[in-house]
């Protein structure tokens, strides 16, 4: 069922963006000396840590190990180069973590470090999602068989986001808060352009 699969990791996506939009709007406070909201940072960071890696990558890894061997060599290239940049993102969680900490001591030099590898963060992540949506979900709804996909329907039974499923988690909300105050000023901004579209979903 490739389009079934693929329009719940698109909902991923457009969660994911809208949490790298909030993440966003947290440094830029903090480098125009407002003050950040330390545990809404602290949230996000568990949201990257947990989710991608429990329940959104695995099925992206089946879906582009199928890839790899089905598709022509430039898009096989694109396949495992989405693979790695799923353990890089992950491996990008610790340092996060530790310049967040850093945070909580407050020596100036913290919110330079943390600026600074939250938009490394922020702009691989992007890059990462926009290579999936253009070029892997398209040519992994035309190349992948039946048989693949019924492999990687099976993970869809264990699908639960902590931030966003059916059932949210109750130390979620502060996070979900935050993300409907920014929808609201992302409401007020003239339409998207192609990548805004990409990241904050279709205009409404
Ligand atoms: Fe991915």
């Given amino acids: 069922m490739p389009a079934k699969t693929l329009a719940l990791l698109r909902t991923d996506h457009k969660n994911m ?3 790298l939009a909030v993440l ?6 903090a480098q125009s000396d407002r003050p950040i909201a330390l545990p809404l940072i602290k949230m996000i960071f568990t949201y990257f840590r947990e989710y991608p890696r429990k329940v959104h990558h695995p099925k ?5 190990s199928a890839l790899a061997l ?3 060599a430039d898009v096989a290239n694109s396949a495992f180069h989405a693979l790695a940049d799923h353990r890089d993102l992950f491996d990008r969680m610790d340092p996060l973590d530790q310049a967040v900490r850093f945070l909580d001591d ?6 330079e470090i943390f600026g600074y590898q939250a938009r490394q963060f922020i702009e691989q992540q ?3 999602m926009m290579l999936e949506e253009t070029q892997l979900f398209p040519r992994a ?7 693949d996909w019924s492999v990687i329907d099976r993970y869809l039974a264990d699908d639960h986001d902590l931030a966003f499923g059916l059932e949210p988690s109750a130390p979620y909300e502060k996070l979900r808060g935050a993300i409907m105050d920014l929808d609201q000023i992302l409401d007020a901004l003239p339409p998207p352009d192609e990548a805004g ?5 279709e205009p409404t």
């Fill in 60 to 64: 992206e890894d089946l879906i582009y």
């Fill in 126 to 128: 992007r890059r990462h």
């Fill in 141 to 147: 709804a035309e190349l992948l068989t039946e048989a």
């Fill in 197 to 201: 579209r990409l990241l904050f979903g």
């Fill in 17 to 19: 963006a809208r949490v």
């Fill in 106 to 111: 407050d020596p100036p030099s913290a919110l």
């Fill in 70 to 72: 089905r598709a022509p």
């Fill in 24 to 29: 966003e709007h947290q440094i830029r406070d």
